[in-house]
């Protein structure tokens, strides 16, 4: 998701790595906006990566803030956010489709759900991130904490930010 490439050319009438971001990131509000947040998770963990449905669909989607990226209309990019107790927040299911990577969408999936999580008071934040995303998380602040663990299948990491005030 945080690949670049040199190619600035357009393809099928977006515009490719480098240019622009190509979507706009906000929060799903409707019953709509959730079918397409349920169809980028759906084409790239279930399908693309192989995560079973139970292990994909939980019991936190109807408490958690979930943010959609969409490019003229069409569903490109999620995330989801959940409040968790102490002022944590954790970010999740950050997701941006195939064709649509390399353009910072996935950064502003990131950006957005850290804005919203502080908008609710979250000064700490988490995430569960694959192991081949830590430099990208670690540009938003995140260290990385303790052993490599299997989540769906996949080996991914506890990743930290703390924003409060120092002592």
Same mark, same amino acid.
């Given at each position: ?43 790239? $963990? ?9 292990? *994909?669909?939980?019991?936190? *989607? ?7 990226? *969409? ?53 700490? $934040? ?7 995303? *830590? ?6 602040? $995140? ?25």
């Amino acid at each position: 998701m945080s690949h670049e490439s040199e190619n600035n050319t357009k393809i099928g009438g977006h515009q490719e790595p480098n240019g622009p971001p190509a979507a706009v990131v906000r929060r799903a509000e409707s019953p709509a906006d959730i079918l397409k947040v349920m169809v980028v998770r759906g084409i790239v $963990f279930i399908e693309e990566q192989g995560v079973d449905w139970d292990g *994909e669909i939980d019991g936190f *989607e109807d408490e958690s803030v979930h943010v959609l990226g *969409e490019a003229d209309g069409e569903p490109v990019a999620s995330g989801r956010l959940r409040m968790l107790p102490d002022g944590w927040a954790k970010l999740e299911r950050v997701a941006v489709r195939p064709r649509w990577r390399g353009r910072g969408i996935a950064r502003q999936v990131v950006d957005f759900l850290l804005a919203e999580a502080g908008r609710r008071g979250a000064t700490r $934040f988490k995430l569960h991130a694959q192991v081949y995303l *830590e430099k990208f998380y670690a540009e938003f602040g $995140f260290t990385r904490e303790g052993a490599v663990f299997d989540e769906c299948g996949i080996d991914h990491i506890l990743m930290l930010r703390d924003d409060r005030p120092a002592d």
